[in-house]
Nanobody, 122 residues
Framework: QVQLVESGGGLVQAGGSLRLSCAAS????????MGWFRQAPGKERVFVAA????????YYADSVKGQFTISRDNAKNTVYLQMNSLKPEDTAVYYC???????????????WGQGTQVTVSS
């Protein structure tokens, strides 16, 4: 059974940093693109960032470019999201995702994690 388990969320003051992790179990995803989405209260889930199977290509939503960094460690079957200079508008549940192919294509999702809450106080 495939599981994606996110961790690293929490409460942080504006301007602070958090690093989210997503560990996959049940199978390896070293040949798949992985990524992060977020869903703020009362809003739809939206794309945040993605990374190709070998980390060679990364993709970001315009709203987080230069602020967030996605990375992966295939030896650990884990993807990370480093979030810096956090703002209250970054408050959301953050979800890890695995895509069907080795590179990122929108709407090419295969698996979701259960989400981790990030709350940024002003």
């Amino acid at each position: 059974q495939v599981q994606l388990v996110e961790s690293g969320g929490g409460l942080v003051q504006a301007g602070g940093s958090l690093r989210l992790s997503c560990a996959a179990s049940g199978r390896t995803f070293t040949t798949r693109a992985m990524g992060w989405f977020r869903q703020a209260p009362g809003k739809e889930r939206v794309f945040v960032a993605a990374i190709s199977w070998n980390g060679g290509s990364t993709y970001y939503a315009d709203s987080v470019k230069g602020q967030f960094t996605i990375s992966r460690d295939n030896a650990k079957n884990t993807v990370y999201l480093q979030m810096n200079s956090l703002k209250p508008e970054d408050t959301a549940v953050y979800y890890c995702a695995v895509f069907r192919r080795s590179n990122y294509y929108p709407n090419d999702l295969d698996y979701w994690g259960q989400g981790t809450q990030v709350t940024v106080s002003s």
